[in-house]
């Protein structure tokens, strides 16, 4: 006992003072903290396997005597008064020492997944398709079955977890690092190099052929992901990742797919868009559709018309198809007879009004329409701008004869 420790009193319940091997009458919130510091470094888990409980006792023991109002909870009360607080303890040391690894679970880790990003067609995307996928992978050696040799031990210098951990201080906090254990390489096992197996060269694994069905369904998607679960690369230990194919659809010369709608261009001449047109279309599944206005339509520049269910099929509901959609350019001939002009104002509806409206008495200007062309029309004004920047840089750099000021007397 400390010298003052009769201005302490014995608290009722000690189990937690004992657990960090403190005295309960007389230990000091410095005594905690040095306490818990020590032991947490000594007995954490990743330095102790095994030790899961023990620690997790140890940042409770912290958690409750660091703070005062727990601690007089529980110096009166004991630890059925702090139950609730006592979830947060496995947590503390995160909390108090930086760069902190958690405890590796049971359950076996997952390998990374493989993403192939595949091309597809319009019109495999249509009609649908099944397309056979070759590729290697890693497999569980046949030979050692996955143990990479014979007489294979666990690495004592790293305790067969494959690394080390490293601690320095940086006053109160402790930084935690994990490094590559350089006994076994980072393997967490060890073997002479004759026991390694033959086949895989102690690897564990061996590269093997795998081939793969890829069905493209009817109306899927661009961008849309086919996943072959459990079929990545496989290691001991380890649960295999995924093949996560990633379609991707190529550029097509006629159709544009929005949706479930098909878009095509088509251009007509003048003729076609009043007298009307009749054209075939060949269709992603090689059907010849023959496309032609009603008697009397007149089709409009940038127009668009479009012919019902002869779209794309819905994914996973191939009777629910989209639109075919036509949309109209219009080819006008860059100069007309003068006498076809005059025969086509004659069967042509009339202007209205026939004549430009003009009030009498007043003259008017005629003007002639000449080609415009806005590239051209920006470009000259750029031009003219700089022209004239240029013209002010010159008069500023030769100024004329000064003018006069008059000073107030």
């Known amino acids: 006992h400390r010298a003052n420790s ?3 009193s014995m608290p009722a319940h000690t189990r937690l003072y004992e657990v960090l091997g403190l005295d309960a009458s007389s230990a000091s919130p410095e005594d905690v903290r040095k306490a818990y510091k020590k032991l947490a470094i000594k007995c954490h888990p990743d330095k102790n396997p095994g030790s899961e409980e023990q620690f997790k006792d140890i940042s409770t023991a912290y958690t409750v005597l660091s703070d005062p109002e727990k601690k007089a909870l529980y110096d009166k009360y004991g630890e059925e008064s702090l139950k609730d607080d006592y979830n947060s303890g496995s947590d ?9 690894n958690h405890r590796h679970s049971n359950k076996p880790r997952k390998g990374e997944n493989v993403v192939i990003p595949h091309e597809v067609s319009l019109e495999d995307f249509y009609n649908g398709k099944v397309t056979k996928i070759s590729l290697k992978k890693n497999v569980i050696c046949t030979d050692c079955e996955g ?4 007489n294979v031990r666990k690495c004592e210098g790293c305790k067969g977890q494959g690394y080390k951990i490293m601690m320095r201080n940086r006053g109160f ?5 994990q490094v590559e254990c350089s006994d076994c390489q980072g393997n967490g096992e060890i073997m002479k190099a004759k026991d390694r197996c033959k086949k895989c060269k102690g690897n564990k694994v061996s590269q093997e052929k795998k081939s793969l069905d890829l069905y493209i369904d009817k109306g899927m998607n661009n961008k849309q992901k086919i996943v072959f679960s459990g079929e990545g690369d496989q290691h001991p230990d380890i649960d295999a990742g995924d093949i996560i194919f990633v379609l991707h659809q190529k550029e097509h010369p006629t159709f544009t797919r929005e949706g479930n709608n098909l878009l095509i261009n088509k251009e ?8 009307g047109f009749s054209f075939v279309l060949i269709h992603l599944d090689g059907r010849h559709l023959t496309i032609k206005t009603s008697p009397g339509q007149v089709i409009s520049p940038d127009q668009m018309l479009c012919i019902e269910n002869e779209g794309m099929p819905t994914y996973r509901s191939i009777y629910d198809v989209g639109k075919l959609i036509i949309k109209f350019q219009i080819k006008f001939p860059d100069t007309l007879d003068v006498n076809i002009a005059k025969k086509l104002k004659e069967l042509l509806p009339k202007p209205t009004p026939e004549e430009p409206m003009s009030v009498e008495g007043t003259e008017t200007e005629e003007h002639v329409l000449t080609p415009y062309a806005p590239g051209e029309e920006r470009q000259s004004q750029h031009h003219d701008f700089h022209h004239q920047l240029d013209e002010e840089d010159d008069d500023d750099e030769n100024p004329g004869p ?3 000021q008059c000073a107030h007397q």
């Open 173 to 177: 906090l402790v930084e935690q690092m």
């Open 402 to 404: 000064q003018h006069v």
């Open 6 to 8: 009769g201005c302490h």
């Open 92 to 100: 503390l040391f995160s909390h108090l020492f930086s760069n902190v």
């Open 147 to 150: 143990k990479g040799g014979k």
């Open 268 to 275: 007509i001449s003048l003729v076609e868009a009043l007298c």
